[in-house]
């Protein structure tokens, strides 16, 4: 009913600059939080940064300052801006989002395919 489509990932510097976006698609009414998460080689899933559909976001400590997350709400999008990259970065990322859905009752929460960043030394 609901699908994340994730993009931008790719190989970057040490101290460059990427930007991953993703786009929801499907019956949806709105959108609550968004976010991104992330999962580095041989590690667990990782909470990275969260939006809500009033705009606050919020962030884990080994990014504050570095990423910044930002959604448009009109096009269901949430785009994640990542400055300073450092090889620790290096990780698949995950597009995360509550969605409400036409006809559908209750919380539930969707999650794309995952892109890969790779930040090399």
């Known amino acids: 009913q609901v699908q994340l489509e994730e993009s931008g990932g790719g190989l970057v510097q040490a101290g460059g600059s990427l930007r991953l976006s993703c786009a929801a698609s499907g019956s949806i009414v709105s959108i609550n939080a968004m976010g991104w998460y992330r999962q580095a080689p041989g590690k667990q899933r990782e909470w990275v940064a969260s939006?809500?559909?009033?705009?606050?976001?919020t962030y884990a400590d080994s990014v504050k300052g570095r990423f910044t997350i930002s959604r448009d709400s009109a096009k269901n999008t949430v785009s994640l801006q990542m400055n300073s990259l450092k090889p620790e970065d290096t990780a698949v990322y995950y597009c995360?989002?509550?969605?409400?859905?036409?006809?559908?009752?209750?919380?539930?929460?969707?999650w794309g395919q995952g892109t890969l960043v790779t930040v090399a030394a």
């Open positions: 939006i809500t559909s009033g705009g606050s976001t």
């Open positions: 995360n989002a509550a969605p409400v859905v036409a006809g559908v009752v209750g919380y539930f929460e969707v």
